[in-house]
């Protein structure tokens, strides 16, 4: 249920917060009070195109922002939510926001997230259903009817059985679509893998092992060089007159003389020791260094074949020995595949075929339940709109079977109505009239109270040529689906307004020369003055009149 509406800054409205309770909301007010812009506030979140001239005057910016009570239908809107990679819902709330500024710019949150116009309105489509001047209708949609057909005739697990099934027969048909290819096609992609397969495998590749091979590689290209160095530095070191050890042994003797003079120098000639002692050691470790490198033209040149191998197989088939393994693995599959091409062809053939069968089979037991089921859902509807003031209409579904399967099986359907007798049945998108429109969306709902999964329904000016003991009726059905689902109605008829659960009445007031729309909840002394107002006067005979109405409706 929508728990909590906050506008700011839209048309008349400055900062309205309006709480909602369950069952039956009815709003009310004179004309031009600004009852629409709930409605169009509603619209904006459900992903209406925004209009900057709904902006207040004087503002930068405006926003909408929804609270949503979630019952046990919310897994489809946890589903949206993960799946568009949006915060869960707190609480089991749902919170959706949109804000839009005199610059163009265009947000849109759900549970604090940005989001896109298109994932509000798809998270909206499961949430409310609004009939009225600019609906948001969801049982316009061929797609959506059918899917209320199957769900007042039971057929939902049937009916996902069947998309099961279409999605594993699609699967199959990839997977052949992905074998069959002419004999030429067919004969390069074989020759191409066995390439592949080849160069790959007969290279016997060991990423660990390789790695050594290239550092070994480096250093044996380098070896006259590593030799050239290691005698340079020896010479330095002991080889030569003035080498570092000769110029050491000569200090050692000049230390050793200053303390024989000075005890206290003993210190210095301990320091010679260790230096002298570290440059014999990096003389023998040189030595040892020099003698482990091996110039050897011939294992050089079968490093180099090596390392060059490497280099062709990473630019042919990807940076690094690791995916040039992996290439090399799937190369295989594709090839094992090809070369059994026809085997599993044959197996693919003889898997869609009975799975073919069995779609068929599925789609007319559908088709079949779903033709049992139109006269039933037509005839209920029929009942409803008889109550609504449609005396002589007609209400119709059109059962077309087409050639090709979908998701849903193998049919489309259309709700028709006629009106007026003597009229033909039309597609009831084509109906003109709003108010018609609304009655008999109010008595599919009726009917359908129990199957509908949408929880909120809005009705905008549903009274539209309604009148009398129909009024009544319009009262009494929005009140038995309040039953199972939260409905908000803006209205005129106070026969109506009287069998709410709760009454909201819009009105203008002037603040610093500023024109402020508010609505305000009301309690039974409040409810019965505004349904005395909307029965034509504040009279005696009207205020009675109003007091008998809300009356009846609390018994």
Same mark, same amino acid.
């Given at each position: 249920?929508?728990?909590?509406?906050?506008?700011?800054?839209?048309?008349? %409205?400055?900062?309205?917060?309006?709480?909602?309770?369950?069952?039956?909301?009815?709003?009310?007010?004179?004309?031009?009070?600004?009852?629409?812009?709930?409605?169009?506030?509603?619209?904006?979140?459900?992903?209406?195109?925004?209009?900057?001239?709904?902006?207040?005057?004087?503002?930068?910016?405006?926003?909408?922002?929804? %609270?949503?009570?979630?019952?046990?239908?919310?897994?489809?809107?946890?589903?949206?939510?993960?799946?568009?990679?949006?915060?869960?819902?707190?609480?089991?709330?749902?919170?959706?926001?949109? %804000?839009?500024?005199?610059?163009?710019?265009?947000?849109?949150?759900?549970?604090?997230?940005?989001?896109?116009? !298109?994932?509000?309105?798809?998270?909206?489509?499961?949430?409310?259903? /609004?009939?009225?001047?600019?609906?948001?209708?969801?049982?316009?949609?061929?797609?959506?009817?059918?899917?209320?057909?199957?769900?007042?005739?039971?057929?939902?697990?049937?009916?996902?059985?069947?998309?099961?099934?279409?999605?594993?027969?699609?699967?199959?048909?990839?997977?052949?679509?992905?074998?069959?290819?002419?004999?030429?096609?067919?004969?390069?992609?074989?020759?191409?893998?066995?390439?592949?397969?080849?160069?790959?495998?007969?290279?016997?590749?060991?990423?660990?092992?390789?790695?050594?091979?290239?550092?070994?590689?480096?250093?044996?290209?380098?070896?006259?060089?590593?030799?050239?160095?290691?005698?340079?530095?020896?010479?330095?070191?002991?080889?030569?007159?003035?080498?570092?050890?000769?110029?050491?042994?000569?200090?050692?003797?000049?230390?050793?003389?200053?303390?024989?003079?000075?005890?206290?120098?003993?210190?210095?000639?301990?320091?010679?020791?260790?230096?002298?002692?570290?440059?014999?050691?990096?003389?023998?470790?040189?030595?040892?260094?020099?003698?482990?490198?091996?110039?050897?033209?011939?294992?050089?040149?079968?490093?180099?074949?090596?390392?060059?191998?490497?280099?062709?197989?990473?630019?042919?088939?990807?940076?690094?020995?690791?995916?040039?393994?992996?290439?090399?693995?799937?190369? !295989?599959?594709?090839?094992?595949?090809?070369?059994?091409?026809?085997?599993?062809?044959?197996?693919?053939?003889?898997?869609?075929?009975?799975?073919?069968?069995?779609?068929?089979?599925?789609?007319?037991?559908?088709?079949?339940?779903?033709?049992?089921?139109?006269?039933?859902?037509?005839?209920?509807?029929? !009942?409803?709109?008889?109550?609504?003031?449609?005396?002589?209409?007609?209400?119709?579904?059109?059962?077309?079977?087409?050639?090709?399967?979908?998701?849903?099986?193998?049919?489309?359907?259309?709700? !028709?109505?006629?009106?007026?007798?003597?009229?033909?049945?039309?597609?009831?998108?084509?109906?003109?009239?709003?108010?018609?429109?609304?009655?008999?969306?109010?008595?599919?709902? +009726?009917?359908?109270?129990?199957?509908?999964?949408?929880?909120?329904?809005?009705?905008?000016?549903?009274?539209?040529?309604?009148?009398?003991?129909?009024?009544?009726?319009?009262?009494?059905?929005?009140?038995?689906?309040?039953?199972?689902?939260?409905?908000?109605?803006?209205?005129?008829?106070?026969?109506?307004?009287?069998?709410?659960?709760?009454?909201?009445?819009?009105?203008?007031? +002037?603040?610093?020369?500023? +024109?402020?729309?508010?609505?305000?909840?009301?309690?039974?002394?409040?409810? %019965?003055?505004?349904?005395?107002? /909307?029965?034509?006067?504040?009279?005696?005979?009207?205020?009675?009149?109003?007091?008998?109405?809300?009356?009846?409706?609390?018994?």
């Amino acid at each position: 249920m929508l728990s909590t509406l906050r506008i700011k800054n839209l048309a008349l %409205v400055s900062d309205l917060t309006l709480s909602l309770p369950a069952g039956f909301n009815v709003i009310t007010g004179e004309t031009g009070a600004g009852k629409s812009i709930i409605v169009g506030a509603l619209n904006l979140l459900l992903g209406e195109r925004a209009d900057r001239t709904l902006l207040r005057a004087g503002c930068d910016s405006c926003s909408v922002e929804a %609270v949503f009570e979630l019952g046990p239908g919310r897994g489809v809107v946890e589903k949206l939510l993960e799946q568009n990679g949006l915060e869960p819902c707190a609480d089991k709330q749902l919170i959706l926001k949109r %804000v839009f500024t005199s610059a163009g710019a265009n947000r849109q949150f759900a549970n604090g997230s940005p989001t896109t116009l !298109q994932v509000l309105a798809a998270i909206g489509q499961e949430l409310v259903d /609004m009939h009225g001047p600019h609906e948001h209708q969801s049982l316009l949609q061929p797609a959506r009817q059918l899917s209320i057909l199957d769900a007042f005739a039971g057929l939902k697990p049937a009916r996902e059985k069947f998309a099961s099934l279409l999605r594993q027969s699609h699967e199959l048909e990839a997977q052949k679509a992905a074998l069959v290819v002419d004999e030429r096609d067919y004969a390069r992609q074989l020759d191409l893998l066995r390439f592949q397969v080849n160069d790959i495998s007969s290279a016997k590749l060991q990423p660990a092992g390789e790695e050594e091979v290239e550092r070994e590689f480096k250093r044996a290209g380098n070896a006259a060089r590593l030799l050239e160095l290691c005698q340079a530095a020896l010479n330095l070191l002991s080889d030569q007159d003035d080498s570092l050890l000769r110029q050491a042994g000569e200090l050692g003797r000049t230390l050793q003389a200053l303390q024989r003079l000075d005890p206290a120098a003993a210190p210095l000639c301990a320091a010679h020791e260790q230096a002298a002692a570290a440059w014999t050691e990096l003389q023998s470790a040189l030595r040892r260094y020099a003698d482990s490198v091996e110039v050897d033209p011939a294992r050089l040149r079968q490093l180099e074949e090596r390392v060059n191998l490497l280099l062709a197989l990473r630019r042919k088939y990807g940076p690094t020995l690791d995916e040039v393994i992996a290439f090399g693995a799937d190369a !295989q599959a594709k090839l094992r595949n090809l070369e059994g091409r026809d085997a599993e062809l044959a197996r693919l053939n003889g898997e869609l075929e009975k799975l073919r069968q069995y779609l068929l089979d599925s789609a007319r037991e559908l088709t079949s339940q779903r033709r049992q089921a139109i006269p039933r859902l037509a005839k209920a509807a029929m !009942q409803q709109l008889r109550g609504l003031g449609f005396q002589q209409s007609l209400f119709e579904i059109n059962l077309r079977t087409g050639p090709y399967f979908t998701l849903t099986g193998l049919d489309e359907i259309e709700f !028709q109505f006629a009106p007026n007798a003597g009229e033909p049945p039309r597609p009831l998108r084509s109906i003109a009239s709003s108010g018609e429109m609304s009655r008999v969306m109010l008595a599919l709902k +009726t009917v359908l109270a129990a199957e509908d999964e949408i929880p909120v329904l809005i009705f905008d000016e549903i009274d539209s040529n309604v009148g009398g003991e129909t009024a009544a009726v319009v009262g009494g059905k929005m009140a038995e689906i309040a039953r199972r689902r939260q409905v908000l109605c803006i209205t005129h008829l106070p026969a109506v307004a009287a069998v709410a659960g709760s009454h909201f009445v819009v009105t203008k007031r +002037t603040e610093a020369g500023r +024109t402020l729309s508010e609505i305000t909840p009301l309690d039974r002394a409040q409810r %019965v003055h505004e349904i005395t107002r /909307m029965l034509g006067g504040q009279t005696a005979a009207a205020r009675r009149h109003a007091e008998d109405l809300l009356e009846r409706a609390s018994q």
